[in-house]
């Protein structure tokens, strides 16, 4: 190990000391972590976590994006963006946090996760407080962090559910990705006792249809899972303009505001931030990695 490194270890070992003692989490705003998940894949995840950034963005707010999929990362893809380095580049020391992330124009911040998240457990106790003081960092820098999760029940997509402030639920009107939302909350609350969840319906052809899926979620749940508290954010329309935009490794909400599955996005991010003073108990972002590393072990 370098000096330098040594010492860059050092200070962020006292930095987390130094918090553990000294500081009530009431003198600082930390960030508000959103996690977006679904049980089945390619039901617009990524669109929804790039569009709902660029629209909180422009509502004046500070957004990080942290692209944890681990199969399918391609949060860079709709910003066309080409990240040179990951977090793995952080985990190995090679980088710090700061310099693995790319701005969009926007002014959106993206961490890319690449292989970086792929095996939490195996992380020894050195790289865990390198990672922790890494997000520590960040906590200045951000009113809202939006996890793009991936799909399904794997591990790693359980681990950032589970630490994050809040999880939205992607499912669209097909009835295999809703059994599999189903069975992602199922999952969720068993081994991680989450309760609540926020359902966005995408690639609707009414609200009807999104009423429909909610109904049907929300019947599962009271019958077999009481505990489980799912609220309705919102429907986004199936729109072939979000698709032509996705061809241009573009957003809906850049290349066509007007569209309706933008402006279905764009009230989906006033409802979030809307709902934000009411519904939420916030951690500090220590303490969200220290909840990823601890689900991890
Ligand atoms: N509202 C929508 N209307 C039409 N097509 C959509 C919509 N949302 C997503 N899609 C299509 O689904 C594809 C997968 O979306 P993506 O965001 O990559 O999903 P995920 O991240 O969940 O795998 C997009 O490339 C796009 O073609
Ligand atoms: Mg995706």
């Not at 080409?82 to 959106?108: A, C, D, N, Q």
């Not at 429909?212 to 199936?238: E, Q």
Request: hydrophobic share 40%; proline share 2%.
């Amino acid at each position: 190990m370098d000096q330098a490194k040594g010492l860059r270890d050092i200070a962020k070992t006292d930095v987390l000391a130094r918090r553990k003692t000294h500081m009530p989490s009431h003198e600082k705003q930390y960030p508000r972590v959103i996690a977006v998940t679904s049980g089945k894949g390619g039901v617009g995840k990524t669109n929804i976590v790039g569009n709902l950034a660029v629209a909180m963005s422009r509502k004046g707010m500070q957004v990080v994006i942290i692209d944890a999929d681990v199969g399918l990362a391609n949060i860079d893809i709709v910003f066309n963006l080409r990240p040179e380095y990951t977090l793995r580049h952080v985990i190995s020391g090679e980088k710090t946090l700061e310099e693995i992330m790319i701005t969009t124009r926007h002014g959106i911040r993206i961490i890319p996760g690449g292989s970086g998240f792929a095996n939490l457990t195996r992380l020894n106790e050195g790289q865990k407080l390198t990672l922790l003081g890494e997000f520590e960092s960040l906590a200045d820098q951000a009113d809202i962090i939006l996890v793009d999760t991936g799909a399904g029940i794997s591990s790693n997509v359980l681990y950032f559910n589970a630490a994050s402030d809040e999880c939205i639920v992607i499912a669209t009107t097909e009835p295999t990705s809703i059994t599999d939302a189903y069975a992602m909350m199922k999952v969720m609350s068993k081994e991680y006792k989450t309760r609540y969840f926020k359902l966005i319906v995408n690639m609707t052809e009414s609200e009807k249809d999104a009423k429909r899926v909610f109904g049907s979620l929300s019947n599962a749940l009271d019958k077999f899972l009481k505990d489980v508290v799912l609220t309705y954010l919102g429907h986004i329309p199936f729109d072939r303009r979000l698709q032509k935009a996705v061809q241009k490794r573009s957003l809906v909400l850049d290349e066509a505001p007007d569209a309706a599955a933008a402006k279905s996005l764009e009230t989906i991010a006033s409802a979030i931030l809307h709902q934000e003073k009411s519904d939420h108990t916030r951690g500090n972002l220590t303490f969200f990695m220290n909840k990823v590393f601890q689900t991890a072990t």
